[in-house]
């Protein structure tokens, strides 16, 4: 992903000791900070990598709030989630979640 914000001409973004310890971030040129957790799924560990990811995204989320006029939470997986009912709960919460296939969801 970073390497993919990059190539777009954003500004990637590592956590600092004042920052949460999210995966990536970067900031486009409108003031818009896009901060991310990615997590492996296996049919093992979805439902709790799902859950995990959604809850640390959405902390990073707040406590990036005034950072940037606007912070948007992305939750990164590997695959498609087994169950829909993922993509429709990130959306009513404000997450973007996506998968390799779908990078035109978190670079627009």
Same mark, same amino acid.
């Given at each position: 992903?970073?390497? @993919?914000?990059?190539?777009?001409?954003?500004?990637? $973004?590592?956590?600092?000791?004042?920052?949460?310890?999210?995966?990536? @971030?970067?900031?486009?040129?409108?003031?818009?900070?896009?901060?991310?957790?990615?997590?492996?799924?296996?049919?093992?560990?979805? =439902?709790?990598? $799902?859950?995990?990811? $959604?809850?640390?995204?959405?902390?990073?989320?707040?406590?990036?709030?005034?950072?940037?006029?606007?912070?948007?939470?992305?939750?990164?997986?590997?695959?498609?989630? =087994?169950?829909?009912?993922?993509?429709?709960?990130?959306?009513?919460?404000?997450?973007?979640?996506?998968?390799?296939?779908?990078?035109?969801?978190?670079? =627009?």
């Amino acid at each position: 992903m970073a390497a @993919a914000a990059q190539v777009r001409g954003l500004e990637v $973004l590592s956590p600092t000791a004042a920052d949460p310890d999210f995966d990536v @971030a970067w900031r486009d040129g409108h003031n818009r900070l896009t901060v991310s957790e990615v997590k492996s799924l296996t049919s093992d560990n979805e =439902t709790r990598q $799902l859950r995990a990811g $959604l809850g640390q995204v959405l902390d990073y989320q707040d406590q990036l709030q005034g950072r940037a006029a606007e912070v948007r939470a992305l939750l990164w997986v590997e695959r498609e989630p =087994t169950e829909a009912r993922w993509v429709s709960l990130c959306e009513r919460h404000g997450v973007i979640l996506a998968w390799p296939g779908r990078e035109a969801d978190i670079f =627009t």
